[in-house]
């Protein structure tokens, strides 16, 4: 199975201001996931975009995928101290029965 | 309903012993997988049970096993411990037929620390 890579690996931002973390990967899709870890409430499922979407929102969050690019982006808008956590992205192809992380990019949002 | 449980949260051992971690999935999950997460390694993928049946299986050794009972309940047990165990060990349970198709959805975790 393949991993995403995650990128910035760390980004500071303040409270209210928005959060953009890129996810590339390699081989065909059916489907990306992104997830939140933080020491609060451990991991979290945030949002499944299938390959065959191109945009998806859940909240304060925003998903995109470029299926040509083999690329995903997760926008977090007007953040809060709560956002403060390593998100990870998971591309997941028909044969996949794992999930499989990168290093993440940790997000710190000061208040 | 109630979300993913495991029991204990926090567990010490000394290498040579051996541990068994429980995990309940939501209610209706069929599929429970375990990982074993490191700071150096990240989250590795160790198993994956669906109706009782080990369905899928990482690269860990044969000290590494696990059981899924009738109600989904799932439990792991790690023998002949050793420090490189120290760990949080997380498990995700999943509707019908778990990744790729569905999200997991994961336990607080339990960590192990072998000394």
């Known amino acids: 199975s393949q991993q995403g890579e995650e990128d910035p690996q760390a980004l500071s931002i303040q409270e209210g201001e928005n959060a953009t973390m890129n996810c590339s990967y390699k081989?065909?899709?059916?489907?990306l996931q992104w997830y939140r870890q933080n020491s609060g409430r451990g991991l979290v499922h945030l949002i499944l975009i299938r390959s065959n979407e191109r945009e998806k929102h859940s909240g304060r969050l925003r998903v995109t995928l470029d299926t040509s690019k083999k690329s995903s982006s997760l926008l977090i808008t007007a953040s809060r101290a709560a956002d403060t956590a390593s998100y990870f992205c998971a591309p997941l192809g028909g044969s996949n029965y794992k999930l499989t992380f990168g290093k993440g990019t940790l997000l710190t949002v000061n208040p | 309903k109630a979300g993913v449980t495991q029991t204990p949260r926090y567990l010490i051992k000394t290498r040579g012993q051996q541990v068994t971690l429980s995990c309940s999935p939501i209610s209706g999950h069929r599929s429970v997988s375990w990982y074993q997460q490191t700071p150096g390694q990240g989250l590795q993928f160790l198993f994956e049970y669906f109706s009782e049946t080990q369905r899928n299986k990482g690269n860990f050794p044969g000290r590494f096993s696990g059981r899924q009972f009738s109600n989904s309940r799932s439990e792991m047990n790690v023998s002949t411990l050793e420090l490189g165990d120290s760990a949080l060990y997380l498990c995700a349970s999943s509707p019908l037929g778990g990744v790729p198709n569905n999200e997991q959805f994961f336990g607080p975790g339990t960590r192990l620390t072998v000394l």
């Open positions: 081989t065909s899709i059916n489907n």
